[in-house]
């Protein structure tokens, strides 16, 4: 069963989430499981690498020879622990890590059936019994071979077995191969290689020199072959043969044993020695890829022809050789070997702490499970998937129960499904339950007990259903501050409303997560927490909450025009008051980031867009002195003023309605843009935008800029962002604020303008923000573009992302800083 190997924080978040069966999740997401610095994995091209060394975009083998991308990194210190195996080299991982065992039990039924690979925590792993995990227990550490394409080589005077011949028995620094006097069919074998190729061999007492002698070809003869492999001198398996297609790599292998290889027949096995470990290295690496035990061990050894002692490299191969292309006579035939277990499974003798030490990790696609150095096969690691896994597994939650998860619409229909794929949770059925309303009744008639869909369709959804009928137990709102103008009495969000029929009675579990809970205030808190306990805890009803913590200001003619401030300690208390069921988490502190470095652009208005822009922001303050200007219609009120001072304004039609034409008034904010562009020198540059009619000046400024669309295009351009093929991609905070991965493509940001929702502005920001640059292992700061047109509101609505006062205290305070003209 893949399990995910949690990160610190994500440890807490995990654990509340099951102790808690109603509860908030405040917090950005990551994962990563982990090894200590030097352990070597191996890359889908069969080179190593060093856990540390691995970065974002690399690829590494999966065990069923396919590749795994690597999605993002994992850094921090943790209790480490040496895995050591019965036979082999220790590895060191941290107390969060996933190993990946395979059971050996002959049983083909019950708790361990047999052959059946189980992922368990470390942790998890200790709680055990000895006859489950001890060195003959049921559970196994297991290694597979691995599949390369076929490579080049050079078939005529090189071949493979002929490359394996020369490492084991050749002279290092010539095309002499060393041959007994048994060794017949060897000496075959080359007599057979030197007339195909025209060469002639020279004898020398056991020595076998091959070249073509004095026939004037000797920049083509087999020692020009092995200087060109870079073998001369310098023996070692070169990439292309140890990385060949299983044939190639058979051949090879034979050649090794043949010229080197004891075999021993009471164990079935062959004996390999050399005086360099870097050769025993690669032999290793090439049998184990194959599908052989191979151990190295270091002895003491005297040489037959020096009769001088040292230290050799010794490595016994076990396994099924009868694939293998022998020439020598006596290992063409051995007998056949009755294997009674896999040599590929390893018992593990011990698994001990060593300490508190750095990890190094990753996350990576498909299974999550990934390759060691030695063909050891690990597991790599979501949260909240994790949890409802361990729920259906444990039975707190059975076949009657159904989750229901809502989230914004590219979220659900992409992120989740994507997140159940990617590590195959067994006890979850996930299926995307958006878009039209046959392709949603589909998915809620299917078996599927994990439903994904957004919340502009909780009204249709609990419509469909109705309370009696409701089949979902367990809720969780993704970015809940989608519930926050929920109202218990009346007003407020529709569809907060809504759901709020069927919030409790059968659903046993509703989970809010978000990474901005109160993106305007503390009273963005109530609705969202109303959904967790009804209200217990900060009020029965909006009113009772608002009348508890808040100041009440008049703000207008209409007796719904108010303001609320909050009463001193008021954030203090509210927080105690729901600390019991929230888990707050700030993933820039884990991650140690920095906060993102804010670049303000100022522009100067030309002089005829400066009077269009006085003339509009005159009849605002004239708005407000007489009153029209309320809480609920400020922001709007002011987007004369942000269009002019963008560049552009939409025009009214000749009833006085909205159109969608517009007119252009400067385009300094443009050509600002374009100054930024051109100091990136390249880089790419994500833009955000508020008004359509930016989106049009910008596309036709910049030719290279992109549109980001919805959909599969939308999924499709996040891809080519990622890979570094869109040199600007354009976005609205309002539609890309929730479910990208931005990250991988850029660290530069431009707001062509800004709009008064602090949310999406935040929200938006995280796309590429510093907590996914580094979970995603890049050491780069995120900056931050604001185009900001000097003494206009631009002024105001950038201070605001910084403070969360009202839109209308804000106008109220700039009039006055202004004065009356």
Request: charged content about 25%; some cysteine; proline content about 4%.
């Amino acid at each position: 069963m893949s399990k995910f190997a949690r990160r610190p924080y994500q440890k807490l978040m995990t654990s509340f989430m099951l102790q808690h069966p109603r509860c908030n999740i405040w917090a950005s997401m990551g994962s990563g499981k982990c090894l200590k610095r030097g352990t070597e994995v191996i890359m889908f091209d069969g080179t190593t690498k060093k856990v540390e060394d691995v970065i974002v975009g690399d690829v590494l083998m999966g065990p069923d020879s396919t590749p795994r991308n690597v999605l993002s990194l994992g850094r921090g210190r943790e209790m480490m622990y040496e895995v050591k195996p019965r036979k082999g080299e220790s590895y060191t991982v941290n107390e969060s890590h996933i190993l990946s065992m395979r059971t050996t039990t002959g049983i083909a039924k019950g708790s361990w059936p047999d052959n059946t690979v189980f992922d368990i925590s470390v942790r998890d792993w200790l709680k055990l019994p000895k006859y489950v995990t001890g060195p003959n227990g049921y559970l196994k550490g297991w290694r597979v071979p691995v599949d390369f394409p076929r490579k080049e080589q050079d078939e005529a005077l090189l071949p493979p077995y002929l490359m394996g011949l020369w490492l084991g028995d050749g002279t290092s620094s010539s095309g002499a191969i060393t041959s007994g006097e048994n060794e017949k069919e060897i000496r075959e074998y080359l007599e057979s290689y030197a007339a195909r190729n025209g060469m002639q061999i020279r004898k020398e007492g056991l020595t076998w020199s091959i070249s073509y002698g004095n026939t004037g070809h000797k920049k083509h003869g087999f020692t020009h072959a092995l200087k060109s492999a870079g073998v001369l001198n310098n023996k070692h398996i070169p990439h292309n043969y140890k990385c060949g297609d299983r044939r190639q790599r058979l051949e090879l292998l034979a050649g090794l044993l043949d010229s080197d290889g004891y075999c021993d027949l009471s164990k079935a096995g062959f004996d390999w020695i050399s005086v360099s470990e870097r050769l025993a290295d690669d032999f290793c690496y090439l049998c184990r890829s194959l599908g052989f035990a191979a151990y190295k061990k270091k002895t003491r050894k005297r040489c037959a022809n020096t009769d001088v002692w040292g230290d050799y490299f010794r490595v016994s191969v076990s396994g099924d050789f009868s694939d293998v292309p022998f020439v020598r006579g006596r290992h063409q035939n051995l007998p056949k070997r009755n294997i009674n277990k896999n040599v590929l499974n390893v018992g593990i003798e011990s698994i001990t702490p060593v300490g508190v030490d750095d990890y190094f990790g990753f996350t990576i696609d498909g299974d999550s499970r990934f390759l060691l150095g030695d063909f050891t096969v690990t597991h790599n690691t979501s949260s909240t998937l994790w949890v409802l896994n361990r729920l259906f597994r444990n039975g707190q939650l059975n076949d009657d129960d159904r989750v229901l998860i809502l989230a914004p619409l590219r979220v659900a229909s992409g992120t989740w499904p994507a997140e159940q794929t990617k590590w195959g949770f067994p006890c979850l059925r996930v299926i995307d339950a958006t878009g039209s309303e046959k392709r949603r009744i589909a998915a809620l008639e299917s078996d599927a007990n994990v439903v994904c869909t957004n919340y502009e369709v909780i009204e249709w959804l609990i419509d469909y259903y109705g309370k009696d009928d409701w089949p979902f137990t367990v809720i969780v709102a993704d970015e809940s501050t989608k519930l926050k103008s929920f109202r218990s009495r009346s007003g407020g969000s529709k569809r907060a409303r809504a759901l709020s029929k069927v919030a409790f009675g059968k659903v046993k579990r509703f989970i809010n997560l978000t990474g901005t809970p109160s993106p305007n205030g503390l009273k963005d808190l109530w609705g969202q927490n109303w959904f967790i306990d009804a209200g217990e805890r900060l009020g029965s009803s909006y009113t009772a909450f608002t009348d508890r913590w808040f100041n009440s200001v008049q703000k207008g003619k209409s007796a719904m025009a108010r303001e609320y401030h909050a009463r001193p300690g008021a954030d203090n208390e509210i927080h105690q008051k729901m600390k019991d069921i929230s888990l707050t988490i700030d993933a820039a502190e884990w991650f140690g980031c920095e906060a993102p470095v804010i670049v303000p652009v100022e522009i100067d208005l030309p002089k005829k867009a400066r009077q269009a822009y006085i003339d509009m922001e005159e009849k605002l303050f004239a708005e407000l002195e007489s009153g029209e200007v309320e809480a609920a219609n400020a922001a709007a009120k002011t987007s004369k003023c942000l269009q002019i001072a963008s560049g552009a304004v939409y025009v009214s039609g000749p009833d006085g309605g909205a159109t969608k034409d517009w007119e252009k008034v400067h385009d300094t904010k443009l050509d600002a843009l374009e100054s930024i562009v051109e100091e990136l020198q390249g880089a790419p540059l994500l833009v955000a935008y508020q008004f359509k009619h930016e989106l049009e000046r910008i596309l036709k400024r910049f030719p290279q800029a992109q549109a980001f669309a919805k959909g599969a295009k939308g999924n499709k351009q996040m891809e080519a962002w990622n890979r570094g093929e869109i040199p600007m991609l354009l976005i609205h905070p309002a539609s890309a604020g929730h479910g990208l991965s931005l990250q991988h493509g850029g660290h530069h940001m431009a707001f062509i303008s800004q709009g008064w929702n602090l949310e999406h502005y935040l929200q938006v920001i995280e796309r590429i923000g510093p907590v996914r640059q580094m979970q995603s292992g890049y050491k780069r700061s995120v900056f931050i573009y604001q185009i900001i047109a000097r003494d206009t509101l631009d002024e105001v609505v950038a201070a605001r992302t910084d403070e969360k006062r009202s839109v209308q205290d804000e106008l109220l305070n700039y009039m006055k800083r202004r004065g009356k003209r």
